[in-house]
């Protein structure tokens, strides 16, 4: 899902649990731009937790003043690398979309999945925006008049010289924007999740079948936070439905989540280890 956040000058950056939040549920690399001396300044490609941490302590003790995009990346359409982390900068030359330390005139950040076909298969579907936005010549004002309307559930902010415009419904929380809810909680990665997202999952975390403290299936929606805003978007009669369809209907949205099968049990007990990409023993696993 990724989470795209906007730090205006006049806020403070998200807490440090916030950020280590967001690094759980997105763990696909970091970045971030700021505004300054008419530019915008670029850097990306943070791929380890300490590497976030580091430049998290640099921005809160440098740059509470500016305006400040932040990205946490998953994966959806070109590789897990440096180079397709966010932000990006709007240009028309491929070659710029991979730079990790750039200062460009605009640059843009992206949270969701674009019906739009990226030219190679190394690079984003948002990569792939910045780059038509570069070729187009548009502005950023009226590259949002153009796709306002259009970009359904996606969020977009886009950052020049003069300030920030966003794309988008997004949450606000202390004068801060943040395109989701996983700045909120820790999320775990034991599963499969949903097929238009990645193999990581955020959502979907074991609300299926789990019972309550009388005995009965807890309501997904309850439990679960995407899916809740799934339903509140596009199922207004979930109410409605029983408490089997309503499991169905969860099962449906995380799609192949059973782990070889196994019980509700072996989430207890297993959990992804990023450095080798294969489910492993808890006690195993080796989190970046």
Not at 164 to 191: C, H, M, P, Q
Not at 238 to 258: A, P, R, S, V
Not at 263 to 271: L, N, S, T, V, W
């Amino acid at each position: 899902m990724c989470i795209a956040i906007v730090k205006a000058h006049n806020v403070p950056f998200p807490t440090l649990d916030e950020m280590n939040n967001c690094w759980d549920n997105n763990p696909d690399g970091f970045g971030f731009a700021i505004r300054k001396n008419g530019k915008v300044e670029i850097h990306k490609g943070f791929m380890k937790r300490n590497e976030m941490l580091d430049a998290y302590e640099t921005l809160t003790k440098k740059y509470a003043n500016f305006d400040v995009l932040l990205h946490f990346r998953i994966a959806t359409h070109g590789g897990i690398n440096p180079q397709n982390t966010h932000p990006f900068p709007i240009s028309d030359k491929k070659k710029d979309m991979g730079k990790t330390k750039v200062v460009a005139d605009r640059c843009l950040i992206h949270n969701g999945v674009l019906p739009i076909e990226p030219r190679s298969k190394n690079i984003s579907d948002t990569a792939e925006l910045a780059l038509r936005l570069g070729e187009s010549g548009i502005t950023n004002v009226e590259a949002v008049r153009l796709l306002d309307g259009l970009v359904g559930t996606n969020k977009i902010a886009l950052m020049n010289g003069v300030g920030i415009v966003t794309l988008g419904d997004w949450i606000e929380k202390d004068g801060i924007l943040f395109s989701n809810r996983t700045y909120s909680y820790a999320g775990t990665y034991r599963y499969y999740t949903a097929p238009a997202t990645s193999k990581y999952g955020w959502g979907c975390w074991g609300a299926h079948s789990r019972l309550d403290d009388k005995g009965n299936p807890k309501d997904p929606y309850i439990e679960d936070k995407d899916f809740a805003m799934y339903v509140d978007r596009y199922e207004p009669h979930y109410k409605e439905l029983t408490l089997d369809e309503k499991q169905e209907l969860y099962m449906e949205f995380c799609g192949d989540w059973n782990l070889n099968g196994a019980d509700d049990h072996i989430y207890d007990d297993y959990e992804y280890d990023y450095k080798t990409g294969n489910y492993v023993e808890k006690s195993a696993a080796k989190k970046k």
